[in-house]
């Protein structure tokens, strides 16, 4: 599986206040949650994100909350991957239910700019800012979270068979 796309860079500690404010909880709706998602850090998020554009940050991104429409409302808004330095750990767990792929590797969050064209294999893991023609390389997901992405999340993997109930 491979993601390319267009880059939108943030930093150190997005929190899941910032990435889905509060105000916005009181709805379950997808696409709702997506027109407000960065909107506190980031007003004009929404209106530059494209589908398969992708996401990178500093250290700790999704600190704060264990909520799930932090990754939901960054999925839903189009965005294909968010790499970072690291992850809050609930959000990293969350992103995966969800479906919303997320990779680890300091030195790419660190070079990639802005607007930078990357493109990202799954599989072996390769990372590759087409804007720079340079490229880094991070642990590949392990194949039982690639069907889980695949699938769309945790749920629709196990509701399809790819992965067992037991």
Do not use: W
């Not at 939901?72 to 965005?79: C, L, R």
């Not at 970072?84 to 660190?110: D, H, S, T």
């Not at 979270?145 to 109930?165: F, H, P, T, W």
């Amino acid at each position: 599986m491979n993601v390319k796309g267009s880059v939108l860079k943030y930093g150190d500690n997005v929190d899941t206040d910032v990435i889905i404010p509060a105000r916005y909880l009181n709805t379950t709706d997808k696409k709702e949650l997506a027109s407000h998602c960065m909107e506190d850090i980031d007003e004009s998020f929404v209106t530059r994100v494209k589908t398969g554009d992708i996401m990178v940050a500093g250290n700790n991104f999704g600190c704060g909350s264990s909520r799930e429409h932090a990754p939901i409302a960054i999925k839903e808004s189009g965005i294909s991957l968010v790499i970072a330095k690291n992850f809050a750990r609930i959000f990293y767990r969350n992103a995966v239910n969800i479906g919303l792929p997320i990779i680890e590797c300091e030195q790419a969050a660190e070079e990639i700019n802005e607007g930078d064209t990357v493109r990202v294999n799954f599989e072996t893991g390769i990372i590759r800012n087409i804007t720079t023609m340079k490229e880094y390389k991070t642990l590949p997901f392990p194949p039982f979270i690639q069907q889980i992405i695949q699938a769309g999340g945790l749920v629709e993997a196990v509701n399809s068979g790819l992965i067992s109930k037991k």
